[in-house]
């Protein structure tokens, strides 16, 4: 089983950015389809991004559309999660997750968590002035 392990998490204020990690080992994220999700204090988790190493699908949750960006480097077997355009609403902490369900429906991408999925331990993102 694949081990995951976040970082990049922090404070920032309104309209700062940050990139957080997901670091891979024990198994490849080539064959995944792999995402981000995050959970805010009092709120029910959430999927931010997700995209498939193997297929052409790439999502985004509305509210992070053209702020976030996704990306994987298999060279070092790491995710990426490029947040720019920060918003206190963005506040909670951020998990990376594998096996997660991502398609396409009449061309618009959903991901959803299985009963598979392998998590990290989290990274926490404060955005706050």
């Known amino acids: 089983q694949v081990q995951l392990v976040e970082s990049g998490g922090g404070l920032v204020q309104p309209g700062g950015s940050l990139r957080l990690s997901c670091s891979a080992s024990g198994g490849t994220l080539d064959y995944y389809a792999i995402g981000w999700f995050r959970q805010a204090p009092g709120k029910t988790r959430e999927g931010v991004s997700c995209l498939s190493t193997t297929d052409d699908i790439t999502y985004y949750a509305d509210a992070v559309k053209g702020r976030f960006t996704i990306s994987v480097d298999s060279a070092y077997n790491t995710m990426y999660l490029q947040m720019n355009s920060l918003r206190p609403e963005d506040t909670g902490v951020y998990y990376c997750?594998?096996?997660?369900?991502?398609?396409?429906?009449?061309?618009?991408?959903?991901?959803?968590?299985?009963?598979?999925?392998?998590w990290g331990q989290g990274t926490q993102v404060t955005v706050s002035s």
């Open positions: 997750v594998t096996d997660v369900d991502l398609y396409s429906d009449s061309g618009e991408p959903h991901c959803i968590l299985t009963r598979y999925n392998n």
